[in-house]
């Protein structure tokens, strides 16, 4: 089951921001490779994005799990849905599939 009250911080989160990272560390300061990743192929997108620190709270590690059913970390989220993980954020770059779903979103970006 997941805990009501984590639910709730997720989708006040995902519903205040347009762009939220649930990270292991802080944009600054990541903890793990994979969230350095998203963070530095966000940086060159130019939106802005909330980093969330999910290390710090291990209610919210596992809620986030369970909600959105994906079992690892990074998790990127677009205008309250999950995007998805390292693997996918850098192909969707690369692609220029994240440029172009940010901008079909409405998610204001400095650099094109
Ligand atoms: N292939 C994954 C890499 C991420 C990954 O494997 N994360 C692991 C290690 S940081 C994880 O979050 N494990 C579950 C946990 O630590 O709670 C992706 O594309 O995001
Ligand atoms: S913390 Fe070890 S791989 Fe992410």
């Known amino acids: 089951m997941v805990d009501q009250n984590v639910v709730e911080r997720i989708e006040q989160d995902i519903k205040n921001n ?3 990272l649930y990270m292991k560390g802080t944009p600054v300061f990541p903890q793990c490779g994979f969230s350095a990743a998203v963070v530095q192929v966000l940086s060159h997108t130019g939106v802005k994005f909330k980093g969330v620190n999910i290390l710090e709270d291990p209610g919210l590690r596992q809620g986030l799990k369970e909600y959105s059913n994906w079992p690892t970390f990074p998790q990127l989220y677009v ?4 995007v998805g ?3 996918i954020v850098r192909e969707m770059y690369e692609s220029g599939e994240l440029q172009t779903l940010m901008a079909d979103k409405g998610v204001a970006s400095a650099a094109a």
Request: glycine content about 20%.
């Open 85 to 87: 993980g390292c693997d």
């Open 18 to 20: 347009d762009v939220v």
């Open 79 to 82: 205008k309250g849905e999950l």
